[in-house]
Structures are given as structure tokens and as C-alpha cells.
């Protein structure tokens, strides 16, 4: 049962474009969630989280939107750049029920084309 | 700041023999996790540690696995057989549990042992 899933395994995007990564979950307990980026033989690396009380939240180049009516949300990174050729994975968790494991998505791997 | 750190890196057995990963997590990060992460999937939790107490071990296959955190600093998981299925990567993460309620832990990896059973 995947409680996190990432549909698209794959997305190449132009450099200055804009990509977008999209996550969806089935398990309404969640509110809590994070982006995470992984590059070759290193360990996911923390980007951007949101908690349920927002529908947004902006980091530099790195905007993740929440739509908890349609257990939706998307990473968006403007201007895309080289150095975000990586896989991206969404994480997920029931904090506010005293669970904090992370459940993961299964990945989308982002290429970005010179 | 020195991040998580594993050895070994790479781990290559026969079944039926024992392995064993290590993990010395950020100074001062009381929560330390064992994910295992197969191919083509996202990390999944074995373990979680706080301090030297496992707090969440329902995803831990306790007839072969184990795991110790004696000291709550460093970490040990060993697989005792290991079998053909437990190829993968395993990480080992760490929080410092600073996150307010109503969060999560922003949780910091480890390099990972990608561990091959043959």
C-alpha cells in the first residue's frame, strides 16, 4: 500500500524553465510534508517542508504548494539550473499524532538539459 | 559541521552470512533512524532511536535483523543470515528533535552501505 506516491518516475526540463514534481497521498493523517533531493551514491538531502496550516511555503528558487482537499502537492523550482539534475523524493508524516516516521515516495528523477 | 557518517560503503556477502552497517549521527542529535532503500523505491524506516531507546522497531524483521544504540550516540544494524532479498542501500539518519509540535523533524543522511547479497 503506497501511502506517498510520485506517478512520474522521470522528468527532463530545460534549463530556466520551470520544473514541477508532483506527489499525491492517500492517508489523511498526514500533515506534514518535505522534499528531499538525492544525488548519486549520497544520502537525500532536506529542501523544502510544509506543514497542513499552509498551502505554500518559498525558499529561494524552491516553492512547494499543499492541496489537502485533493491530497496533492508539487514541488515547483524556478529558474531550474544544471545542479538540480537529481531524484527528488516526497516525504510524508502524522506528526500531530505523535508519529513522526517519514513515509517516503518512490522518487522522480529530474534531468536538466543545458 | 561533520554530517552522518557510515561505513562501510560497500558491502558485498554471500547469503547466509552476517553483516553488520555503522552510524555516527550529528553531534548532539538525540534521534537517530535506519531506513533500507531497494531500487527504484523511497527510504524505508527499519528503526527509530531516541537517545539509546528504540521507539519504533515495527518495521524491523527481528528474526534477522538487530540493532543497538548503547550509548545513544552511534549506532550499530546487523542482518544475521543475510538473504538474496536484503540487497539495498542502507541509511542511517539523525534529527535534533528542535521542531515545535505540529512538525517533523527535518531529518539529516548518512551516505548510505549499499549492501549486495550473492
Known amino acids: 500500500d503506497q501511502q506517498v506516491k510520485q506517478n512520474s518516475p522521470s522528468l527532463s526540463v530545460q534549463e530556466g524553465r520551470i520544473s514541477i514534481l508532483n506527489c499525491d497521498y492517500t492517508?489523511?493523517?498526514?500533515?506534514?510534508f518535505l522534499w528531499y533531493k538525492k544525488y548519486p551514491a549520497e544520502g537525500p538531502t532536506f529542501l523544502i517542508s510544509?506543514?497542513?496550516?499552509?498551502d505554500k511555503n518559498e525558499d529561494g528558487r524552491f516553492t512547494v504548494f499543499l492541496n489537502k482537499s485533493a491530497k496533492h502537492l508539487s514541488l515547483h523550482i524556478v529558474p531550474s539550473q544544471p545542479g538540480d539534475s537529481a531524484v527528488y523524493f516526497c516525504?510524508?508524516?502524522?506528526?500531530?499524532?505523535?508519529?513522526?516516521?517519514?513515509?517516503f515516495g518512490t522518487g522522480t528523477r529530474l534531468t536538466i538539459i543545458p | 559541521e561533520a554530517g552522518v557518517v557510515q561505513s562501510p560503503r560497500y558491502k558485498i556477502i554471500e547469503k547466509k552470512q552476517p553483516v553488520a552497517f555503522w552510524c555516527n549521527p550529528i553531534?548532539?542529535?538525540?534521534?537517530l533512524y535506519w531506513y533500507r532503500q531497494n531500487l527504484g523505491q523511497g527510504p524505508e524506516l527499519l528503526i527509530r532511536?531516541?537517545?539509546?531507546?528504540?521507539?519504533?522497531d515495527s518495521q524491523l524483521p527481528k528474526d534477522r535483523f538487530s540493532a543497538e544504540r548503547l550509548k545513544g550516540v552511534d549506532s550499530t544494524l546487523k542482518i544475521q543470515p543475510a538473504e538474496l532479498g536484503d540487497s539495498a542501500v542502507y541509511l542511517c539518519?539523525?534529527?535534533?528533535?528542535?521542531?515545535?509540535?505540529?512538525?517533523?523533524?527535518?531529518?539529516?543522511f548518512g551516505p548510505g552501505t549499499r549492501l549486495t547479497v550473492l
Open positions: 532511536y531516541e537517545n539509546e531507546e528504540a521507539v519504533d
Open positions: 539518519a539523525s534529527s535534533p528533535r528542535l521542531v515545535p509540535s505540529g512538525g517533523a523533524d527535518e531529518q539529516f
Open positions: 553531534s548532539g542529535h538525540n534521534t
Open positions: 492517508n489523511s493523517m498526514f500533515d506534514y
Open positions: 510544509i506543514s497542513s496550516i499552509k
Open positions: 516525504a510524508a508524516s502524522a506528526s500531530a499524532s505523535g508519529n513522526e516516521k517519514l513515509t
